[in-house]
């Protein structure tokens, strides 16, 4: 394998404060120095004494810089250097394995695709090793970040449960590291797609929002005081079983009129597959035939949407958020009836309860991946105790 040019930038090195420059920077750069010491309350000297290693490693550059301006050229903002340091990002699904490789902030490079045949942790660290080598066969990135539906706690080397995968104990981390040569960071998927939403979507402005997933399951990640909630042992934001209404059909756990009962994919086929004049056997045949106006189907996505409305504005009850991101693979049940979710929280919303917006996010599956990015991202520029 042929080596990259540059040194790799020692991570391990940096300070505090340097890891804070760097974050600055990947979140709100270019910045003028200046203005980059007034945000971190650092004096220019500082700033200088600081950034000086950065930039002669090259993670750091002046940004329109030509690589050998001469001195005495007026001050230039500072950056990331594009492209210096790259992730990659992957997503296990029971059926498939979906990768980008991104910058440091996040930017979508390549992306990778494939069928997952075996489940058996063998193979699937075999998948991920060959996933990695396509998107990476000179060996340049700095790390990898593996999403799963998992219970996973921050810094987890080994992925605790995962239903649908079958897996429990797996030590994955270390798999992926003896197949690829470099350190993976192992994440819960939707925690993975709140710290892409936080740091790089359309969360980066709030210091306190929600994220609601909708699919094969109901996920919900939550940001509180700019941070991600991870719960004391990693589990937080467990809504997806919460009661909407009593009267409400089952839920595979038994519960009646549950939040999955009504949202997830499955329950939906499910409950038109019931009704008369459903021909179809996916979520998608569903979602079409209430586009085209199936009544039946129509019935459903609107209790759908409404329960998804029920859920937003209990999250929103706890935890005061200024946005709800609303995505996944099954959030075009939206569109289908709006007002349903709106009644949803209208109805539920305490009277107290200050106004959110609700940002419904168009989807597509490399996301869940550039959630694992964003995370290998975090987890070089703060170190050990942002795996999370
Ligand atoms: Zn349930």
Redesign the pocket.
Known sequence: MAKQELPSVAWGRMTPSTRAIVAELILHGPLARAELARRLSLSPASLTKLTRPLVAEGLLSEQGARPLAETGRPALPLEVAPGRVQVIGVKLNPDNLFAVRTDLQAHVLEEYECKLERHDPASVGEAIGVAVTFLDPLRRVERVGVSLAASIRPGDQVVREAPYMGWSQVPLAEAVAQRTGCRAVLVNDVRALTVAQHWFGAGRQSRCFAVLTVGKGVGCGLVVNNAVVTGYDGHAGLV??SPVNPGGPL?????RG????YLTSGSIVRTLAATDGFRGATFEDALEEAREGNRAAVRVFRDACFALGVLAANIANMIGPDRIVVSGEGVGMYDVAPEAVDEGISRHLHWNASPFDLDVEPFAFSEWARGAASVAVQSLVYGEQADS
């Open positions: 997806s079983h839920c595979r756990q038994g519960h549950c939040a999955s009962a």
